[in-house]
């Protein structure tokens, strides 16, 4: 009997491993609640930027918000934040390609001109149960 519910452990174990774990993105520094919040998960280099694995978005409210992504398997990934004030589905750039709107990474990562590579905004997943995200405004 021992050795079947040990068995029985080892399956529970492997289909959690399979169906990944809850991550919980916090998005700090929300400076008002015009438009809404944007949270794009990455799972690649490839894809960073390109092609969103999974997101969520919520009106804005000042200060912060908290999203959910269910079941994340066992990898690296990256996200990224914008605060959509005008709804439009971007953020707003000035005549020089500097950001009007609220934007942010994964570990709080910054690029010289433009996205973060995404190995500075990279984390693991199952090491990682929460990000941390503040927004930057210019």
């Given amino acids: 009997m ?11 174990l492997a289909h959690a491993s399979v169906q990944g774990q809850a991550l919980t993105v916090v998005v700090k520094g929300i400076k008002n609640d015009k438009g809404n919040v944007a ?27 908290k999203f959910i992504f269910e079941t994340v398997p066992a990898g690296n990934y990256a996200i ?24 942010g990474f994964s570990n709080d990562a910054m690029g010289a001109f433009g996205p973060p590579e995404f190995d500075k905004a990279k984390f ?6 929460q990000v941390i995200i503040t927004l930057k405004y210019y």
Wanted: glycine letters at 6%; hydrophobic letters at 35%; zero cysteines.
């Fill in 80 to 103: 990224s934040v914008m605060h959509d004030e005008n709804k439009n589905g971007k953020v707003d750039t000035n005549m020089m390609g500097i950001p009007k709107e609220g934007f």
């Fill in 2 to 12: 021992k050795s079947a519910t040990f068995f029985l452990f080892l399956a529970v």
């Fill in 39 to 65: 949270a794009a998960l990455y799972r690649s280099p490839d894809e960073f930027m390109k092609k969103t694995w999974q997101s969520r978005s919520a009106d804005s409210s000042s200060g912060e918000l």
């Fill in 124 to 129: 693991v997943i199952p090491d990682t149960q």
